[in-house]
Structures are given as structure tokens and as C-alpha cells.
């Protein structure tokens, strides 16, 4: 008996033992309050930022330092005013769990991202956020969770101050696409702001070439309001030749649609090219034919525009598209997206692949802004974007994934269906024959060799494409500018950051009105040929 005993006793030591060790670590939580202020339910996803320090004012993510802050979310369906959510911060969390933190002095905060937004453009209007909470000599998991408190809303930004002039020459936009709507069975609008040249009263017979403008990633419709702003007055200085711009809003519920014609977002290269446009040249005096239609983006916009000059060439005159997204797969920022096992965070020996640089210097790699976007929300980063406009749609009404978000794995048939759509390299190579004698001329691409993202690669790409097809193309690669910089010129013996608009438009002006003698510095001259 005495020995059954001893042996029960040491059984039971060692199974606790085994026990104990099979037990996964504790996970680390962090509670967020509704304020009693408020007065209803909210829902939406919410935001914890930690990073280490104090005194900051806000707390945000950062692709160019992407892990100085460490991120946790949580979805949250339901939260009443006074209420309180848990949020395990080693479940859904960027860099790492935030167990991992080593002791010392953080602070946090936290947002409630209620239009699931935040990855595209950051905080919103109507976001809730709570106070930045010191966490000083924090020890992970060694004391009471912290508690946020969301006591503040996101309010709405200040109108911008507009002349009155120019208010005077611009005009908003908002079309309902029947076919958009058709595709959404709900009503859909495109939405553009037109501003007409300095001269437009004064000549009341005369029709101008139209430029049609797109922003890049995280833009809105306020974004395109204030370049058309920009543009107006640097007509006014005579920088810039008459021409009516058309400053499209291209953000989406998803990201940006780009105007392309696709399988989730719906057909919006048509409701542009087939009712927007038509609708707004039996508005205006605009040239309403090819030789005065002209395309122009950066980014997102700059990749937006160049497909539409290469799906559309039967409409537009030409496209002056500058650091656009990658337009030739076999470099989609560095990486070959249809090589044998073809992976979107390391190369064959193991090596990061990287995403974000400053000129020799990287800041971030691809598996770090994947990373971190998965956390920040399902909706509206940049690569799930990229997944909306350029995948089919699988069988639960979601765009396919292009990569394995864990393990970075591409999946190569989602990379055939992207070749065959929206490799812009691929479709003009295979398409030529139909397309090359519309296109020929038209295509005009500017990028830094230094751009931030490492966009030049594959400009060079499609560049080498076009020259194989005699394209007349006309690629220029600018001498470390980067993805912010590359606009920056000197104008009248000062540095203007927008300058390189001037020669993009002086140049659409010579396509449409060749023989002026329009040069940049001069007044505004009449731009009419009718």
C-alpha cells in the first residue's frame, strides 16, 4: 500500500509536470472601453498601437518604419457604450504577440476603425480613439491588462480654402453608371472634378483638349480637388497650356479600381470610356476625339491610365503615366510572380525580398507591409487591392488570393488569369497586331531609378517590350528621384515640387494643337480650333 502510494504520488508529479509543459504561453490582453458618452452601439475593427517611449500625441502605423509600432486588431460586432472588449494581442498582432515585448517604457492607443478604412487612408472621420495611455516600466503579462478608453471621434476635416476664381472653374461630377450600377444591382457613381481653363468664358465658341487625371493610392475625391487647384494656377501663370482637366476619383470600398474592367470591382474601364465620358462632352467644349483626349496619373493613377491607353487606344491620344505600379509581372517590385515556386517574401536562398527603400537604403520588406496590411484589415490595403482589380472572383464572392499570406507562397494559376487581364507587358506583346497601330506613339512612362518602391524594374521591362515592337514609346528614367520627389523642378529659378506637370502638358498641347507656338511662361492663349 505504502508503495502504490509513492508510486501514485510521483505519477501525479510528472503528468502536472508533462502538463504544465504541453500548456501553450500565456496570451497577453489588452481591454478597450466604449466611452459612456456615447449614445450608441459601434462596430468595426479594432486598432491597438503600441511603440516604445512616451509623450506622443497619436500612434499610427508607418510602412517606411514597419516595425516600430506593433499592431494588434480584433474584430468587434457589437460594443454598447460602457461597455468592454478583450482584445488578445498575440492573436491577430504585427510585428509579433505583444508577449514578446521586452520590459520597459511603452505607450498605447487605440482606434476603432468603424468603415474598415484605416488600411487604405488611415484614421477617418467618425473613427473612435482613445487617449495615448503611458505604459511606464512595463512588464508584459506581469500586471492588470491596460485599459483604453475610446473617448474621442475622428472629426470631420476643414473644408479647403478655394478662391473664388477658382471655384468659379470648377465643377463636381456625379455620374450614376448604368452599367456599374447594373453590375452592383445598386446605383453606383463615377465622380470627377472638371476644371476648365482660365479663358473658357471668354471664348465662348472654343473647344479644348481634356485631360483625364487619376490619383494614386490612399487619393479620394478632396485629393483630386486640390491638384485640380494646382493645375488651375499654374494655367493661370502661364506654366501650363489651356486645357480642361478631368480629376477622377479612382478609391473604392476595396483600394483603387484603377478604371479597370474587372471581375469584382465591375466594369469600370467601360462606364468611363462609354458613358462618363460622352455625358461630360455634350457638357463642355471639350475635343471629343483622340488626338484631344489625354491620360495622366502617378502610382496607382500612373498604372491606371497606362491600361487605359492600352485597352482603350481607339479613345485616348496618349498617356503620360509616371512611376506606375508594375505593368510586366516578371517584375512585380522585384519579384518574377511566374518563376517555378515562386514566393512573395524570399528568394530561392532564403533572402527577403524588399519593398520600401530610401535611394541605397531598405526600409521594409515585402513580407513586413504584407504582414502588417493583414492585420490592419481585410479591405483596402494595397495588396488586397491589387487582388480586387486583378483576380477572378472565387467561389465566396471574394477575389483569389494571389499568395499565401502566411508562408508567401504565390499560387500560380490566380498568376496565369493575372497575365492574361492585366500583365500590360503580356497583352500588348500578344495583342499587337490589333492594337500597335493605335498605340504607337502614345505610350509615354516617367520614373525615378531610385523609386521608393522599386518601380523602375519594371518599367524597364515593358520598355524593353515596347522597344521589340517598334512601339515608339518614350520611357524616361530620372537620376535618383524617388517615388515622392520625382516632380520636382526648377521653375523660374525656384524649386517647384509639381514642376514636371508643366512639361507633361506643354507636350499633350503640342499632340493636340501641333504648330503652336504655346511655350511654358507665356500667358494663357486661347486654346480653340473650333
Known amino acids: 500500500m505504502r508503495i502504490s502510494r509513492w508510486f501514485l504520488t510521483v505519477l501525479a508529479v510528472v503528468l502536472c509536470a508533462a502538463s504544465s509543459q504541453a500548456q501553450p504561453p500565456q496570451h497577453l490582453f489588452f481591454r478597450v472601453t466604449l466611452g459612456p458618452q456615447f449614445t450608441a452601439p459601434v462596430t468595426g475593427r479594432v486598432l491597438i498601437f503600441v511603440t516604445a517611449g512616451s509623450g506622443a500625441e497619436k500612434i499610427d502605423d508607418s510602412p517606411f518604419h514597419p516595425e516600430s509600432v506593433y499592431i494588434a486588431a480584433k474584430e468587434v460586432p457589437y460594443l454598447t457604450p460602457g461597455a468592454s472588449v478583450d482584445v488578445d494581442t498575440d492573436d491577430i498582432a504585427f510585428p509579433e504577440g505583444f508577449s514578446s515585448l521586452k520590459p520597459g517604457d511603452y505607450q498605447a492607443q487605440a482606434v476603432l476603425d468603424v468603415g474598415h478604412t484605416y488600411a487604405y487612408a488611415g484614421r477617418a472621420p467618425g473613427d473612435l480613439v482613445s487617449d495615448v495611455v503611458p505604459l511606464a516600466a512595463y512588464h508584459p503579462g ?66 479644348y483638349p481634356t485631360v483625364y487625371w487619376t490619383h494614386g493610392f490612399g487619393g479620394n475625391l478632396d485629393f483630386a480637388e486640390l491638384n485640380g487647384l494646382s493645375i488651375y494656377q499654374r494655367m493661370v501663370r502661364g506654366l501650363m497650356p489651356p486645357m480642361i482637366w478631368v480629376m477622377l476619383d479612382e478609391s473604392w470600398t476595396t483600394g483603387t479600381h484603377e478604371f479597370a474592367d474587372s471581375a469584382n470591382n465591375g466594369p469600370w474601364g467601360k462606364a468611363l470610356t462609354t458613358e462618363f465620358i460622352p455625358s461630360l462632352e455634350k457638357k463642355y467644349r471639350m475635343d471629343a476625339r483622340p488626338s484631344g483626349r489625354f491620360l495622366q496619373g502617378h502610382s496607382s493613377g500612373g498604372w491606371a491610365t497606362l491600361q487605359l491607353q492600352i485597352n482603350y487606344p481607339e479613345v485616348f491620344g496618349g498617356t503620360w503615366s509616371t512611376s506606375p505600379d508594375p505593368s510586366d509581372f516578371h517584375d512585380f517590385t522585384g519579384i518574377d510572380l511566374y518563376a517555378p515556386h515562386a514566393n512573395m517574401y524570399h528568394r530561392a536562398d532564403g533572402t527577403p ?48 488570393p494571389m499568395f499565401n499570406r502566411a508562408t508567401g507562397d504565390i499560387d500560380p494559376a490566380v498568376m496565369a488569369y493575372w497575365r492574361d487581364h492585366y500583365d500590360l507587358a503580356h497583352i500588348v506583346a500578344t495583342t499587337w497586331a490589333q492594337r500597335g497601330p493605335l498605340l504607337r506613339g502614345k505610350i509615354h512612362v516617367i520614373v525615378g531609378t531610385a523609386d521608393t518602391f522599386y518601380l523602375d524594374g519594371p518599367a524597364h521591362k515593358l520598355d524593353a517590350v515596347l522597344q521589340g515592337l517598334n512601339a515608339d514609346a518614350h520611357f524616361t528614367y530620372i537620376p535618383s528621384r524617388t517615388h515622392f520627389d520625382l516632380y520636382v523642378m526648377q521653375v523660374i529659378g525656384k524649386e517647384d515640387r509639381g514642376g514636371l506637370l508643366n512639361t507633361i502638358a506643354t507636350e499633350m498641347y503640342a499632340v493636340a494643337r501641333p504648330g503652336s507656338a504655346w511655350k511654358s511662361g507665356t500667358k494663357p492663349a486661347s486654346g480653340g480650333l473650333r
Open 142 to 207: 506581469g500586471g492588470p491588462e491596460p485599459v483604453l478608453v475610446l473617448n474621442t471621434t475622428v472629426p470631420e476635416g476643414p473644408a479647403p480654402q478655394l478662391a473664388p476664381e477658382f471655384v468659379a472653374h470648377a465643377h463636381l461630377e456625379d455620374f450614376t453608371s448604368p452599367a456599374l450600377s447594373a453590375f452592383f444591382a445598386r446605383p453606383v457613381h463615377v465622380r470627377a472634378w472638371v476644371v476648365l481653363p482660365p479663358d473658357y468664358d471668354e471664348h465662348a465658341k472654343t473647344h
Open 353 to 400: 525580398y524588399p519593398l520600401v527603400r530610401d535611394h541605397d537604403k531598405v526600409l521594409g520588406t515585402m513580407q513586413q507591409f504584407a504582414q502588417d496590411e493583414t492585420v490592419l484589415g481585410a479591405y483596402g490595403g494595397q495588396l488586397t487591392s491589387f487582388e480586387w482589380v486583378f483576380s477572378p472572383r472565387g467561389s465566396d464572392g471574394r477575389p483569389l
